[in-house]
């Protein structure tokens, strides 16, 4: 086994491209988002809140791109009988809500994205639109 491997890793202006692309599908929904994206270690590298954007907002958001990050999945996957168990887990950093999505690149996950402060369908279509904003192959 190697004693190290190439990784992936977001930059700054892959951050910034993915939370421009997050506001302009909120302004086209018509509402007031938080976008979050975080890196492999699930630390917060970008965040935003939209002018008039609900309090709660953010915390939701930071939550679901580090769930997605770190659990390699779109939130909003788990069984409502783990859910407790999963925030106990992750001192609270878990969330079920959907609206959070991992950013792989090349099967390595290299960061998460979070929507939060609308509609799940409407936080799911705006962390789309940040995703999609890496042109990133399915």
Do not use: W
Not at 72 to 101: P, W
Request: proline letters at 2%.
């Amino acid at each position: 086994m190697p004693d190290y491997v190439h990784t992936y890793r977001l930059t700054h202006e892959a951050t910034m491209k993915m939370l421009a692309a997050g506001i302009a599908k909120a302004d086209e929904l018509g509402v007031k988002i938080a976008l979050a994206v975080c890196n492999q270690s699930c630390e917060i590298i970008g965040y935003l809140v939209m002018d008039g954007a609900k309090h709660f907002a953010g915390r939701t958001t930071t939550k679901k791109a580090k769930t997605a990050a770190s659990q390699r999945e779109a939130t909003g996957y788990a069984e409502e009988h783990r859910v407790l168990s999963m925030q106990i887990r992750m001192d609270g950093e878990f969330t079920n809500v959907r609206g959070g999505f991992p950013i792989i690149v090349e099967g390595q996950v290299i960061g998460g994205v979070g929507a939060g402060g609308a509609t799940q369908d409407q936080d799911v279509e705006v962390a789309q639109a940040a995703l999609a904003a890496l042109n990133l192959p399915r």
